[in-house]
């Protein structure tokens, strides 16, 4: 019993450390990687290489796809090719069911884009549907973050997914984690298409303001690119991986020729987000494109530095715990307990709602749960993608106040924060029971 009590205090430290004291999660991580060491009695000529290499592990596998997904995200944000995206599906689904519509865009450009940066790109959009259709601009706003936040949780390669799926050592089956991710992100999208049908009547002040045509706003960007030009850098990879996926099938369905080498190669993960990039560099406009790119990868590398530090912290705290007793004793007690998926959604969704950060959520529970995956019934291919999914779900539950996409939502919305609680809050907590219910439920059925 005492062992379970020491894992609580490591996530209770986790979480009071990344919530209250404001430490950052890769040096809370890497203390925690310290203190479960210590506590749980590892050989103290030991634990420098245990954590040395738990941290080199996963980024050796994960790192640079993080890197290149990321700076694929800020071209397509930057180039106006995620307004492109948004209006492409719009014009296919047409303005009969708006909050539909939105929640479908989301969906999409969130797949490649960080959910706060589509919410910020996509608001005037938004805003522009409302007021055209005569919409309630509440409900269209819980549908584009709703629809912004499945994918974010559950679809590689946005990092956070790509990180838990590379902790779970499923990194070279990203095809299967895309592929399962995608049918529960729908069902995560429905259930906050679920929760807008509800705040129809709500109220906030966005419209009343005077706002930028959406014409106005498009402008920005200039030329904008065709639909095969917004799409190509985030589809043809995901193309890519999954095809890859289905030629390292067991049963081998495309033998083991020339066309199985030629698809196991482009499928991997570095290879086909590299296509990826290049596609993406067709988006770069003007005289000065390498100086334009250069800025493009700047940025990237920004944003994915801090994700490569946690998940690497992340990957040490796991490769601790992998190392202690803990995972004999869970096996004997969680066995008889059938907890399952469950387990890692109720960690996941502490860290959430304690810190705010879903890639903070998604990365240190994979770390925590992959040597546990044995005792919890879980350690098969399938298991482990279902894993990711219990983790996004629980990633997702709750967005509040000390989320900075909370805030995202709710200013650039203009609701109080009443209301946001009432809506953007209240929806992600649907969405993250939903999903979890569905993931448990297939858990029951196919492990």
């Avoid at 509440?138 to 956070?160: E, N, Q």
């Amino acid at each position: 019993m005492h062992l379970v009590l020491i894992l609580v205090a490591l996530i209770v430290f986790i979480v009071f450390a990344t919530s209250k004291l404001k430490l950052n999660p890769f040096i809370t991580l890497l203390l925690a990687s310290f203190l479960a060491a210590f506590v749980f009695g590892l050989p103290v000529d030991a634990i420098e290489k245990n954590i040395r290499t738990g941290f080199g592990n996963i980024l050796g596998y994960i790192g640079l796809v993080i890197v290149l997904g990321t700076i694929i995200g800020v071209i397509l944000e930057r180039t106006g090719a995620a307004i492109v995206m948004a209006e492409t599906i719009i014009k296919a689904l047409g303005k009969r069911f708006p909050t539909l519509t939105m929640s479908l865009v989301g969906f999409v450009v969130s797949i490649p884009v960080f959910c706060d940066s589509g919410f910020v790109i996509l608001n005037s959009l938004k805003r522009s549907m409302a007021r055209t259709l005569s919409a309630s601009p509440v409900a269209m706003t819980v549908a584009l973050s709703t629809g912004l936040f499945a994918t974010h949780t559950l679809v590689p390669p946005t990092p956070g997914p790509i990180a838990a799926a590379g902790n779970l050592g499923l990194e070279n089956n990203l095809g299967l984690v895309i592929a399962v991710g995608l049918v529960f992100a729908v069902i995560a999208v429905f259930a906050g298409l679920f929760w807008a049908s509800r705040c129809k009547n709500l109220e906030s002040k966005e419209l009343e303001l005077a706002e930028e045509a959406f014409e106005e706003a498009r402008e920005r960007y200039g030329e904008l690119p065709s639909a095969w030009a917004a799409f190509a850098p985030i589809f043809v990879p995901i193309v890519l991986i999954c095809l890859g996926s289905v030629a390292n099938y067991p049963t081998a369905p495309l033998g083991d020729g020339g066309l199985y080498e030629l698809l196991n190669f482009l499928g991997k993960p570095l290879n086909a987000l590299m296509i990826g990039l290049a596609f993406a560099l067709m988006l770069l406009q003007g005289d000065k494109k390498l100086e334009e790119f250069a800025r493009h990868t700047q940025k990237g590398l920004e944003v994915s530095a801090p994700i490569i530090l946690i998940t690497g912290a992340g990957g040490a705290f796991g490769g601790v715990l992998a190392q202690t007793p803990l995972g004999e004793y869970l096996g004997d007690t969680l066995s008889t307990l059938g907890l399952g998926v469950i387990m890692p959604f109720i960690v996941a969704a502490a860290l959430k709602s304690a810190q705010g950060s879903s890639t903070v959520a998604l990365v240190t529970t994979s770390a925590l749960v992959a040597p546990l995956l044995t005792q919890l019934g879980l350690d098969s291919e399938l298991g482990r993608v279902l894993t990711v999914m219990a983790i996004g779900a629980g990633a997702m539950t709750v967005s509040h106040a000390n989320d900075s996409y909370f805030w995202v939502v709710s200013q650039f919305s203009k609701m109080d924060v009443a209301t946001a609680y009432r809506s953007h809050t209240a929806a992600t907590l649907v969405m993250g029971l939903v999903t979890i219910l569905c993931v448990w439920l297939v858990s029951l059925m196919a492990l």
